[in-house]
């Protein structure tokens, strides 16, 4: 199983038992959000990061992660596209469409 960490943009991979827990496999910039996986790739959807909360419309700050280092917002949105057999991945632009990406879903 995998889970997207959309705040650090992390994917994080489970499996059952495991005695290590779970294991982070890749980082994508922006706001993770969407994530589909095929027998061959990992596509995964980011977002541009809002600069105003639509919660409270208040601007937002930089993001502080645990290890001390900021992350600057992405100003991009898109699809990043990981090939998982010869470990390459590319990063497909979609900020002429859209500045938010919700899901990703592969279609045969």
């Not at 991979?13 to 589909?36: H, I, M, W």
């Not at 980011?46 to 645990?66: D, F, H, P």
Request: hydrophobic share 35%; proline share 4%; glycine share 8%.
């Amino acid at each position: 199983m995998y889970v997207v960490d959309s705040l650090t943009g992390s994917v994080i991979e489970f499996r059952e038992g495991s005695a290590f827990g779970p294991k982070p496999v890749l980082k994508v910039d922006g706001y993770a959000r969407g994530f589909c996986m095929t027998d061959r790739f990992m596509l995964i959807g980011s977002s541009r990061r809002r600069t105003i909360s639509r919660k409270n419309n208040l601007a937002n700050s930089e993001i502080l992660l645990s290890g001390g280092e900021s992350q600057h917002p992405v100003q991009r949105p898109g699809i990043h596209v990981y090939d998982r057999q010869t470990r390459h991945a590319i990063f497909v632009d979609v900020a002429e469409i859209s500045d938010e990406i919700y899901q990703i879903i592969a279609l045969d």
